[in-house]
C-alpha cells in the first residue's frame, strides 16, 4: 500500500478500497465462491462522497466511470478530496467566481 500525503503540487493516492475489490475478484477469477464485500457507499462515513457516490452511482455512463476511478483512493485521500470539495463550494456560495483554483 502507497502512504498518502498532499503537498502543493503533488498527491500519493492510497489504495485501501480497491484492495478490497481486488480480494474479492481474485478467488471470483479462479472460479471460487466469495463473499460480496461490504461497498464502499455502505462503510464510508465522509457524507459529501458518499453523496457524490450515490449520484454518479445514476449518472451517465461516461460520469458514472469516476466512480470505479474513486476506489482507488484511501479514505484518507477521500477526507481530503471532501475538504477541497466543501471549500470549492463555500467559495462558491460566498459568491467567488472560479475558472481555476489551487490546492
Known sequence: MLC????????????????IVDDFMAPQDLGL???RPVSILERLEIQLI????ASL????PELASIV???YDFSYDSLVDLSK??????DQVSGGRRLKHFRF
Open 84 to 89: 477541497i470539495m466543501q471549500d470549492v463550494r
Open 33 to 35: 465462491k466469495a463473499h
Open 50 to 53: 458518499s453523496d457524490l457516490l
Open 68 to 70: 470505479i476511478d474513486l
Open 4 to 19: 498518502g500525503f498532499v503537498t502543493d503540487d503533488f498527491i500519493t493516492l492510497e489504495r485501501d478500497f480497491a484492495g
Open 57 to 60: 452511482k445514476l449518472a451517465p
